[in-house]
């Protein structure tokens, strides 16, 4: 069995070290030449728009998958029309475009930040009189880890958050005065069976993940499984699915989903009985779920831009270091360490140490 993946970025390689001891074999396509799975994975060199590479994968590949959402819809569908393909190409083109997304969630019912679609400034004046302040602008399109993104607190903002898209669509939604950041990570198989991992507590630093934590029997875990589940079931979806939520008050708002395994379930490779990365590939190879119970208490910490020696992240106790072996630059995940402990305590004083130590390796 050979698995594709558009993408071989540290999603790819996680994928890639979870299918291997299943007797699955990798074959990646990636327009960079030291991409970071390139070392575990066949390496079609070049972009996702070349026709022969995508013919070679789709010739190739059983099944293929990606690892992030900003491949061309048109590829996908390329590929669909020769191999099999998981998620299917819709996923892919409502989660690329943040209108089309938000649209998609709430003919669906589920709840997001009030919003409207941008096209030039007089739209956003226009939209401002029934958003209200605070909002916030962001491209409909390539937008990802707060990138593309303003913040808008007075009519002053308008015009140079409008001009930093350089006429890009966009749409402006509420900025929401959320408790808590979270997320659902579900897997669906081919027959359409569900499982569902604890939520995710996430934490950002300059719009970037910097901590999830596993929250096991969390008040807001059934909401977002039904909401999950209704998201997957309209996508007909095979995958790892993630759903991110803004809890406020006890209600939970979608800001966005991804098509494919994600950052805030890291934790799962150490922290749950079988791994996000894992769950993927058993779904989209037609393998049986795996349980995603919680082993022990985990969370994750990423490290952005830099990383600390690992001596030192490993002087940590339960810590398990996952280094992407890439070359650091701003704003770059380049590392993250899950902690696993026995207690709830030690837990909360692990991460705090690792985040001391992020904080001081970041960009550095
Ligand atoms: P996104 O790229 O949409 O995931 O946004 C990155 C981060 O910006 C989110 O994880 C939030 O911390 C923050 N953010 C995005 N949209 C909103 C919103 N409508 N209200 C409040 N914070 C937001």
């Known amino acids: 069995m050979k698995v594709g993946i558009l993408g071989a970025g540290q999603l790819a390689r996680m994928i890639a070290l979870a299918g291997y001891p299943l007797g699955v074999e990798f074959i990646v396509l990636d327009p960079s030449a030291d991409a970071c799975a390139t070392l575990l994975c066949e390496h079609l060199h070049g972009d996702y728009s070349d026709a022969d590479l995508l013919a070679q994968l789709a010739e190739r590949a059983d099944v293929v998958t990606y690892e992030f959402e ?15 393909v998981h998620p299917a190409p819709k996923a892919l083109a409502v989660a690329q475009d943040r209108l089309i997304e938000k649209n998609f969630l709430q003919n669906l019912g589920i709840p997001t930040p009030i919003y409207a679609a941008i096209d030039s400034l007089e739209a956003l004046e226009h939209a ?15 937008g990802y880890d707060g990138k593309g993104q303003s913040v808008l607190k007075s009519p002053a903002d308008l015009a140079p958050a409008w001009e930093l898209l350089q006429g890009v669509a966009a749409i402006v939604e509420a900025f929401v005065p959320f408790n808590r950041e979270i997320s659902i990570i579900a ?22 993940l910097r901590v999830s934590s596993c929250c096991e029997a969390d008040p807001m875990q059934q909401q977002a499984e039904a909401y999950v589940t209704k998201l997957a079931e309209a996508l007909d979806y095979v995958g790892v699915l993630a759903l991110e939520l803004f809890e406020v008050e006890g209600t939970l708002l979608a800001n966005e989903f991804a098509p494919r395994v994600h950052n805030s379930g890291h934790w799962t490779i150490e922290g749950a009985e079988t791994s996000q990365f894992e ?14 119970a919680p082993v022990g208490f985990a969370a994750m910490v990423n490290f952005i831009g830099g990383v600390p020696t690992t001596d030192q992240l490993l002087a940590i106790p339960d810590a398990h270091v996952h280094l992407y072996g890439k070359a650091p630059r701003k704003g770059r995940k380049v590392a993250h360490v899950t902690v696993r402990s ?8 692990n991460v705090s140490a690792l985040v001391r130590l992020a904080e001081q390796a970041d960009d550095s």
């Open 187 to 208: 897997v669906r198989n081919v027959s359409g069976a569900m499982v569902f991992y604890p939520v995710s507590e996430n934490l950002h630093h300059d719009g970037i």
């Open 70 to 84: 900003n491949v061309p819809a048109e590829v996908a569908e390329f590929l669909a029309a020769h191999t099999t």
């Open 279 to 292: 769950n993927h590939v058993r779904a989209i190879i037609d393998l049986p779920l795996g349980s995603t």
């Open 342 to 349: 026995k207690t709830a305590e030690q837990l909360t004083a």
């Open 128 to 142: 401002m009189l029934t958003i209200g302040w605070p909002a916030i602008l962001k491209s409909r399109t390539q």
